[in-house]
């Protein structure tokens, strides 16, 4: 099987990194100052099993339950643990009937998916997004190889890597059509005009996924969370391992909630950042496409260079983007959104880069 593969952390400070998204602003000065009090003699302790501080504090923000919320050691934790939970190995499987072991997801969208498929011997069922990452209409109607009994489901939204958001009322329907668990993966939610968060409570087997990550500023400390209807919560939390989530982390998330304010004012910055790149990239003649995320998806213009050529013409400039060799979106850089300067940066060497002629 494959590997994740993980986008670079070099160690240089120097570089500009706009490779795995995060977020460009520090976390608020209370929730480093929560996290620098919580360091000291109170390490030898477990920490919370369940993170119930900061579940309570989950389940007030979304109006639910606490017994609706699972927290998880980043929401990759999560996935594999619903992967776990809801899906058959194929190899252990006494029956070929039914959809059980199957795990359906679009392509291209969260590459960690078929990962967790392959090391749990799950059968998947890759159905592609149309060439402007939309969903396919046929999907909405149960063909184009999307199939309504399966074990799992998964959907990022806004997607990534495309950047795209789908209406609410697309996904109700796919969710009215599929039988099985379905995960709406929210990474970048925090950047998009809207989000899913209603659907929770209008189905039986929909879950909503979350993560302090990319808008909150905490990727180092690893917490994201499920809100979901709570006997599948109830299920995950059977068989997740003991302190799941670590102590500081828990701390860092909770302490966040109480600064919000604080990073919608990030999130509004970055985005007003997103639509001043992409401007910026489409005046040297890139193809941008619409994003409602942190990052955006920009193909050099024709007869420039290959794109692959173009990270690495960036990378030798300090710039890391990522590129991802896979079909549908070999074409494209994917470019994280950064501070003002370093997008200035970036915005400056693609114009250079464009003077000296065609890429080798
Ligand atoms: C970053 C990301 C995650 C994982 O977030 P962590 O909480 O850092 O594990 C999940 N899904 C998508 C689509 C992401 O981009």
Redesign the pocket.
């Known amino acids: 099987m494959e590997a994740y593969t993980p986008g670079e952390q070099p160690d240089d400070p120097n570089l500009i990194k706009l490779n795995t998204?995060e977020n460009p602003y520090e976390p608020a000065p209370r929730v480093l100052k929560a996290v620098r009090e919580a360091v000291g003699e109170r390490l030898r302790l477990y920490p919370h099993p369940t993170a119930d501080p900061l579940r309570r504090k989950l389940a007030a923000l979304h109006g639910c339950s606490l017994d609706q919320i699972i927290v998880g050691n980043?929401?990759?934790e999560l996935l594999a643990l619903a992967t776990r939970a809801f899906v058959e190995p194929e190899i252990h499987s006494t029956t070929r009937r039914s959809g059980r072991q199957i795990i359906q997801y679009f392509t291209p969208s969260?590459s960690l998916y078929p990962v967790l498929a392959a090391i749990h011997g799950a059968r998947v069922n890759e159905v592609p997004l149309n060439t402007d990452f939309s969903i396919p209409r046929q999907a909405l109607i149960k063909t184009a190889g999307w199939k309504s009994e399966v074990a799992l489901t998964y959907i990022?939204t806004p997607n990534?890597p495309g950047g795209q958001i789908y209406r609410n009322e697309d996904l109700r329907r796919l969710c009215k059509n599929t039988k099985g668990v379905i995960i709406l993966?929210e990474?970048y939610a925090d950047f998009a005009p809207w989000n899913t968060m209603p659907l929770v409570k209008e189905f039986h087997h929909v879950i909503v996924a979350r993560?302090f990550?990319?808008a909150y500023s905490l990727?180092c400390q690893?917490i994201?969370y499920f809100v979901g209807p709570e006997p599948l919560i109830t299920a995950l939390h059977k068989i997740c391992d003991s302190y799941n989530v670590n102590g500081l982390g828990q701390v860092a998330a909770a302490a966040t909630l109480d600064e919000l304010p604080y990073y919608r004012e990030n999130i509004q910055r970055i985005i007003q950042e997103r639509d001043r790149l992409t401007a910026c990239l489409r005046q040297y003649k890139f193809n941008v496409l619409p994003s409602a995320t942190n990052f955006i998806l920009a193909a050099p213009p024709v007869g420039s260079g290959i794109t692959e050529s173009w990270f690495e013409h960036l990378h030798e400039r300090g710039i890391l983007v990522r590129w991802f060799p896979h079909s549908a979106i070999r074409r494209f850089l994917r470019i994280t959104i950064g501070r003002p300067k370093q997008n200035r940066i970036l915005g400056t060497t693609v114009g250079e880069l464009l003077k000296s002629g065609p890429l080798p």
């Open positions: 998204n980043g929401m990759d969260y990022t990534a993966d990474a993560t990550s990319k990727c690893r994201g």
